[in-house]
């Protein structure tokens, strides 16, 4: 009889416990009720956590229009560039204000669906620094001190030499007195993003350099003793950031 006592006793403490589990189950308490905007204001500090990320290492010189138009945010539905400023330009830095909007779901739970979710959002804001080579900086603001409404931001294309760059830059080489090639070579590429450099080898050759940093377009032309103008082969990592750029070295003292 003892026996019997002791095996119904089990049974209704175990019934009584499976009871409980279920409506816990059932409830989402057994994990913990979550808040949506708790987990709301978390994704939108992780999608800024990502960003910065993304931002990374400054090795470019744009502006901050750009950039902000650049793919740092594509694909990223809910963060908007809503300010900019400046540019990635030595003495300079790009300003991006940006504002995170997040959205959660509600979840009612249940088994296998696990905890409750109510239905949550969020909205921060942050504002990145970018300095050439340095990495980049980010820095939590209030929101209800930035625009709310502005035009998308555009991409300003990258300076690069025209197409025929080449055919002008050889018949000037071929034209020119070493006293008047480097002003004739300026009056010729007037745009203030392209480089020219030029010299005249003590062998008396006359070798110019034109070049376009942002696009990391670069020619170099020497006019040989004999007339003939002759391409200078490099390699393009040479004209990278922190490198020696489109330069006449390229030709009268290339890099071992």
Not at 36 to 51: F, K
Not at 142 to 156: K, M, N, R, W
């Amino acid at each position: 009889m003892r026996q019997v006592t002791l095996v119904v006793g089990t049974v209704c403490v175990v019934m009584v416990g499976l009871a409980v589990f279920a409506t816990l189950w059932l409830t989402g308490s057994i994990f913990g009720s979550q808040d949506g905007d708790r987990i709301a204001w978390d994704r939108a500090a992780a999608t800024a956590d990502a960003m910065q990320e993304d931002f990374g290492y400054q090795r470019d010189r744009r502006d901050a229009e750009t950039i902000a138009a650049g793919p740092v945010f594509t694909g990223r539905n809910g963060a908007t560039p809503v300010a900019w400023s400046g540019s990635t330009d030595a003495g300079d830095e790009a300003v991006i204000d940006v504002r995170i909007r997040v959205d959660v779901a509600a979840n009612e739970g249940g088994f296998g669906n696990g905890p409750v979710v109510s239905a949550g959002n969020a909205e921060r804001c942050y504002r990145f620094t970018l300095v050439i080579s340095q990495d980049a900086r980010r820095d939590e603001v209030d929101c209800a001190d930035l625009p709310t409404d502005v035009e998308p931001p555009v991409i300003t294309p990258l300076a690069a030499l025209p197409e025929d760059a080449a055919v002008r830059l050889e018949a000037l080489l071929a034209a020119s007195d070493p006293s008047d090639l480097a002003q004739n070579v300026r009056a010729e590429f007037t745009d203030p993003k392209f480089s020219v450099d030029t010299t005249v080898t003590d062998a008396g050759e006359l070798v110019v350099a034109v070049g376009a940093q942002e696009s990391r377009d670069c020619l170099v032309r020497v006019r040989k003793l004999d007339g003939t103008i002759a391409p200078v082969s490099f390699d393009r990592i040479l004209l990278e950031p922190g490198e020696g750029g489109c330069t006449v070295q390229l030709y009268t003292a290339p890099p071992l």
